[in-house]
């Protein structure tokens, strides 16, 4: 049994393969958390919860005088506020008087098979109600009506456990939540560092690691998306913890807007750790009866480092996020004219390109920006969602019968969330932008955001995509979104409402990809904004793969992969190899490493073809070759980071078959210096007991050997340079 629940009722034990995580309702419904690490038996911790008579921190009522017991120092799963708990609180309601104490007291529980579907919002799913339970706490607020479900889905086999919240107003009056985060958790005696991603349009999720104290550390997106500059997910490590060894706890938001992850200690030395929608810019008014989700998050936990946890949330990204043909089926090669043309093409252009990439075996070409409307540049277009013909010089039916006839699949480019205003859909519907009454907006690339949350906006772009994706045939759609939002205003909502426009947004924009994809069944969707600004759990449920960054140097790619894999397997990466000297940095890069890189995720070109050698071309055809050969190492094995960037002058990472037969290293010198040192790799992850031919040396060992020594290099490669070892299983 995954959640064992004790005789009272009121200890509730979640046990995965390798974690256990325990609440206890006390006698005061207070609901604590007691303990969460590797895994013990189903025994009540609330013995680890020291009580004394803390100054400044008070009692309330249940407690009886009893002034060692104080809201303000107990480890709690669902922390109050206004009510004597000083700390960052998880759940903050306004009343109908102004008042705001939210005073939550155990109700009850339910047990159910299956993971539960949050509403409106993407979450781990279960299909056939067999691997997941869920637990569901009930927590009554102590005078308004107000009830949170605290709903808990174990997913035993993969070391996970989700958080969401449901609040309801069961009361005679509206309230206004004011905050309503999808977790909170309370350690009680370990320090940790906070491991965060950072970044910036073209540099995204650069790995960062900083202590928790008493300062709160916290990571925010207030942008509408996910962002380029913080991702929802974060990392709980201790001190010691490495990629090897050692425990660390994973919060991973399934939500694709503003959020907040925090971590600070409290007097008493207890690190709160706190993920969910950012409650800046957010208020949520609920009528009597009405309800709200909180999008989920995935925890997970790990004793054997950081290496384990991400491949924990790989596996479960993968069969629980990732749906549809393309979980699994082979993504196409895919060539993309955006680096090639940018807005400069016409059909003969693209045909041309086209036909290169069939000869040398690519499977799809992605028609990028700029086929539509008038936009010849990015100032204006956008919302005009009809062929412009007179560029194209015909139809993107026409276009897309003389690829398919190639042999490729057709790929188009949409931003459907933007509007120019110069555009025939801004002069038509001004309203439909967001942009405050009588103020005047924001640009971010001249173009404005459409209110995602009017159901008469996502109407008119369900039409356009549909009748363009089916008479063009189109097989891949490029869902882009290219700014951050901000003048935040609905004009179809009233001003007492105005703070759920960003929420709003967001579940507008999970409304529309799900209506998409429900009309066209073998559509592939990749994700987009301006490159990594919104990779995240719930993009990933429409989307199998997000182009990971507008940045495709392949020596800072390094960097951008490395931080993206803490989380998100290889398979949702979208990586191409583009032109030299590289776009964003002007690096050169040699065109094998430009593809080794590229590989490791799904893979494409961004050039133009008739600029390539005779030689990278015969390179181009054994890369996709390479690709496919690959594909199940890369796609569906584990992965092993082996390197930290800028440690070592060389990157490395590894991957390895579920089965163990078979896996592969790739490696890329970063930084190659005069009379250089030895490189030696490490490898991971291969069975002891197993023989393997390495590639690399032709040289045959058990793989206790391999994984304890390693390999070291014949030859120091140039600057740039690449390799790629196979471990190929043989029997001695
Ligand atoms: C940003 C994307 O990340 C690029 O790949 C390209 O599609 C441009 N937008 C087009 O405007």
């Known amino acids: ?100 104490a939210a005073d939550f007291r155990f109700a009850g529980y339910e047990v159910k098979m299956g993971a539960l579907d949050i509403p409106g919002m993407p979450s781990l799913y279960d299909t056939d109600n067999e691997k997941a339970q869920t637990l569901i706490i009930k927590m009554s607020e102590k005078a308004s009506g107000a009830v949170v479900s605290l709903i808990y889905g174990v997913w035993e086999d993969s070391d996970v456990i989700t958080r969401s919240v449901k609040v309801e107003n069961r009361g005679s009056h509206s309230i206004v939540l004011d905050k309503a985060l999808s977790c909170s958790m309370d350690f009680m005696y370990s320090d940790f560092d906070m491991i965060y991603f950072s970044g910036r349009h073209a540099m995204e999720r650069n790995f960062q690691r900083t202590p928790v104290g008493f300062a709160q550390v916290a990571v925010s997106s207030t942008r509408g998306t996910s962002s380029h500059h913080y991702n929802p997910a974060v990392i709980l490590a201790k001190p010691e913890t490495t990629e090897t060894a050692g425990e660390c706890y994973g919060m991973c938001l399934v939500y694709s807007g503003n959020f907040i992850a925090s971590a600070q200690k409290d007097q008493r030395e207890q690190t709160r750790a706190q993920i969910g929608i950012h409650p800046d810019w957010f208020k949520f008014t609920l009528n009597e009866g009405e309800e709200f989700y909180t999008p989920q998050v995935i925890m997970s936990y790990s004793n054997e480092g950081l290496g384990q946890l991400s491949r924990q949330y790989h596996d479960i990204i993968r069969e629980h996020i990732c749906r549809r043909e393309y979980k699994h089926a082979r993504r196409p090669v ?152 901000c003048d935040i205003y609905s004009a179809v909502l009233p001003s007492d409402r105005q703070g759920e426009v960003y929420h709003r947004y967001v579940l507008g924009v999970y409304d529309l990809l799900e209506r998409l994809l429900a009309r066209f069944p073998h559509l592939l969707l990749e994700g987009c904004s301006g490159g990594g600004g919104r990779f995240d759990a719930a993009m990933l449920y429409y989307s199998p793969q997000i182009w990971c960054s507008d940045n495709t140097d392949a020596v800072n790619r390094l960097d951008i992969q490395y931080g993206t894999s803490f989380f998100y397997p290889t398979s949702t990466v979208g990586a191409h190899v583009s032109a030299v000297p590289n776009h964003q940095t002007g690096r050169i890069t040699p065109f094998k490493t ?25 390179m181009v055809k054994q890369q996709i070759a390479d690709f496919h050969s690959y594909y199940e190492l890369t796609h569906e094995g584990d992965y092993y980071r082996l390197t930290v960037p800028k440690t070592k002058p060389f990157m490395a990472w590894e991957f390895v078959l579920k089965d163990k037969s078979r896996a592969m290293i790739t490696m890329v010198m970063t930084e190659r210096e005069g009379n250089p040192l030895p490189v030696h790799l490490p490898v991971s992850g291969l069975d002891k007991d197993k023989f393997y031919r390495c590639s690399y040396n032709d040289v045959v060992l058990r793989g206790n050997v391999w994984n304890n020594c390693g390999i070291t290099l014949k030859e120091i490669p140039a600057q740039y340079e690449s390799i790629i070892m196979e471990f190929n299983e043989v029997n001695e």
């Open 334 to 485: 895919l060539i993309n004219n955006w680096e090639a043309t940018y807005f400069d093409f016409n059909e003969e252009k693209i045909l041309k390109i086209a036909k290169q990439a069939a000869d040398l075996g690519i499977e799809m070409l992605v028609l990028d920006d700029g086929w539509f409307g008038k936009r010849e540049d990015d100032n204006s277009g956008l919302g005009d969602w009809f062929v412009n013909e007179k560029k194209m010089g015909g139809s993107l039916k026409q276009l897309g019968e003389k690829l398919h006839a190639m042999g490729l699949k057709f790929g188009l480019w949409f931003e459907p969330e933007m509007v120019s205003e110069d555009s025939d859909l801004y002069r038509a519907h001004p309203d439909w932008a967001i942009q405050i009454p009588m103020r005047s907006p924001t640009r971010s690339r001249n173009q404005l955001v459409l209110d995602m949350s009017r159901s008469d906006v996502r109407e008119y772009l369900l039409e356009r995509m549909t009748d363009i994706i089916s008479n063009a045939q189109i097989d891949y759609v490029k869902w882009d979104m290219n700014r951050s939002i």
């Open 594 to 618: 430009r593809g080794d890189v590229a590989m490791s995720g799904s893979f494409g070109y961004e050039l133009d073809l008739g600029s390539v050698s005779d030689e990278e071309k015969l």
């Open 1 to 100: 049994m995954a959640i064992i629940i004790n005789e009272s009722g009121r200890v509730f034990t979640l046990q995965t393969k390798n974690s256990t995580y325990q609440m206890a309702a006390d006698s005061c419904g207070v609901l604590l958390h007691t303990y969460y690490g590797a895994k013990i038996d189903a025994v009540d911790m609330s013995s680890l919860i020291h009580k004394s008579d803390v100054g400044f921190s008070g009692n309330p009522v249940e407690a009886e005088g009893d002034r060692t017991y104080s809201l303000d120092c107990l480890p709690q799963e669902l922390p109050t506020s206004g009510v004597g708990d000083y700390r960052s609180d998880m759940i903050r309601i306004i009343h109908h008087d102004g008042s705001c």
